[in-house]
């Protein structure tokens, strides 16, 4: 998952916060353009939507965790795209010289 999807989700839930409306997954699907089922499969934007839905900005040991988890995943999705990346580096690098 893109950076920029996870940027879509967090502006369309912090935007329905604002608005006083409900954070549904549909209403984050409708905002966003997203399919619902991706809103459900990946587990970085579940999250986040899920962390949004509860209201958790309290401070509390429960919303620090959700919290860091969301956090860990969002890492771990960033973390991939560098390996992917530097992956791809090394082999253009290989080929240039020959």
């Not at 997954?25 to 991706?38: C, I, K, L």
């Not at 970085?44 to 900005?57: E, F, P, S, V």
């Not at 890492?75 to 991939?80: D, G, K, Q, R």
Request: a positive charge; hydrophobic letters at 35%.
């Amino acid at each position: 998952m893109t950076t920029s999807a996870l940027n879509h989700v967090e502006r369309a839930c912090t935007d329905l916060a604002r608005d006083g409306s409900p954070v549904t997954f549909a209403a984050v699907a409708s905002r966003t353009g997203m399919a619902r089922s991706t809103l459900y499969r990946n587990q970085a934007l579940r999250n986040m939507i899920d962390h949004h839905r509860r209201g958790q900005t309290d401070g509390t040991i429960t919303a620090l965790t959700d919290e860091i988890a969301t956090l860990r995943i969002a890492v771990e999705t960033l973390a991939e795209k560098v390996r992917n990346h530097d992956t791809q580096i090394r082999h253009l690098a290989r080929h240039a010289k020959r």
